[in-house]
């Protein structure tokens, strides 16, 4: 763990005399890079000073109760001995965990993308409590969320709705809400009390910048077209919405909620680019075994990760098996203790994977 901790202390040096390098304060790419880099190490180096402190005290306190020529000096050092031995295992394993390689796409922001699934209007219903919690769980965490497009179910809720969050650390903390997400309760439309299952799919893909992908114009067709829904008059008679295919993949991305044309069109270039980062960030993850509890299937009950259960107030985290009777709760932004137990889970498959490596 020394050793280890000597390389920490010596990267951080370098990154330390980096970031004051004009050439480097200029790349902003880089800079912003190497400024994230400073902050990760410098809590690694504190948390390295911490270790090596109580492992000095440990060794000096052994060789004064080695040593015994001070009765009173012993006494002391015992005491020492005993409060060294109780700190060192967590902090040795609190390193362990901070040593772990970071995903370099958890800083990023995201788009979430909620789709209605198996359960006609109950599902829409569903897909729209699902993005309330997720805004409550932004507007906890002093994230800034924003709507990229929607449409309205027809008894509530939402077909689809894609909305982007802004934050430290969005990507890294939401990632693991991607899959399929079902729902057992009473439907509103429901008559004679039954339970139904419905299920709603979310994608959390990391927000692409703009030098993360080489998006050539000439690849995108754009088509403008009437906005449909709610939001007045102007909405049916102007081509304020905007659809743009990236005609290589396929890919499709689409804007009309706002009322300008030229607000709709960056919006939807947000949502393309992000589509297309997914899309290379899809084939890193596949080969990664460690990451397949992130992958999202289809809209299917069958092949669901959570499920939130109305009649009995729990919900069930199904890729570790964790219930908690606290549905309300949770439902109403509370994903504090899932999200944790997700990441505790991840961090300790990549610690088993790593075994001894930085």
């Excluded at 993360?212 to 754009?222: A, F, P, T």
Aim: negative net charge; aromatic residues 6%.
């Amino acid at each position: 763990m020394k050793d280890k901790i000597r390389i920490v202390n010596q990267r951080f040096d370098e990154v330390a005399d980096l970031i004051i390098q004009p050439e480097i304060i200029t790349d902003q790419k880089r800079y912003i890079k190497l400024n994230k880099e400073y902050k990760d190490l410098k809590a690694l180096v504190d948390l390295g000073d911490k270790y090596l402190s109580v492992f000095n005290n440990l060794q000096e306190a052994k060789e004064i109760i080695s040593d015994g020529s001070d009765p009173e000096m012993v006494e002391i050092a015992k005491l020492e001995l005993e409060e060294a031995n109780e700190k060192l295992p967590k902090l040795e394993d609190d390193l362990k965990f901070m040593l772990i390689p970071k995903d370099p796409e958890d800083a990023k922001n995201v788009i979430v993308e909620i789709r209605a699934g198996t359960g006609g209007d109950e599902a829409s219903i569903f897909a729209g409590d699902l993005y309330r919690m997720y805004i409550k769980f932004a507007s906890d965490k002093g994230w800034k969320t924003e709507i990229e497009d929607l449409s309205e179910g027809t008894s509530g809720g939402f077909k689809e709705i894609i909305f982007s969050v802004k934050g430290e650390e969005v990507y890294g903390t939401l990632k693991f809400e991607s899959g399929v997400h079902r729902v057992q309760r009473v439907p509103q439309t429901e008559t004679q009390g039954r339970v139904h299952t419905s299920a709603a799919t979310v994608m959390v893909l990391p927000e692409a910048e703009e030098f993360d992908i080489d998006l050539k114009m000439s690849d995108v067709r754009i088509d403008y077209f009437c906005a449909s829904g709610p939001g007045g008059q102007s909405v049916n008679t102007t081509y304020s919405a905007v659809r743009l295919t990236h005609e290589p993949s396929g890919i499709v991305a689409q804007c009309q909620d706002q009322k300008s044309q030229h607000k709709n069109k960056d919006k939807a270039f947000k949502v393309l680019r992000t589509r297309l980062y997914e899309q290379e960030l899809q084939k890193k993850l596949d080969e990664d075994s460690a990451k397949r509890l992130t992958l999202v299937s289809s809209g299917d009950r069958s092949a669901k990760i959570r499920t939130y259960n109305y009649p009995q107030g729990r919900v069930t985290e199904h890729r570790i098996g964790l219930t908690i009777y606290d549905l309300n709760n949770v439902i109403n932004g509370d994903l504090h203790k899932i999200i944790e137990e997700l990441k505790l889970f991840e961090n300790t498959e990549k610690l088993k994977a790593t075994d001894e490596t930085i």
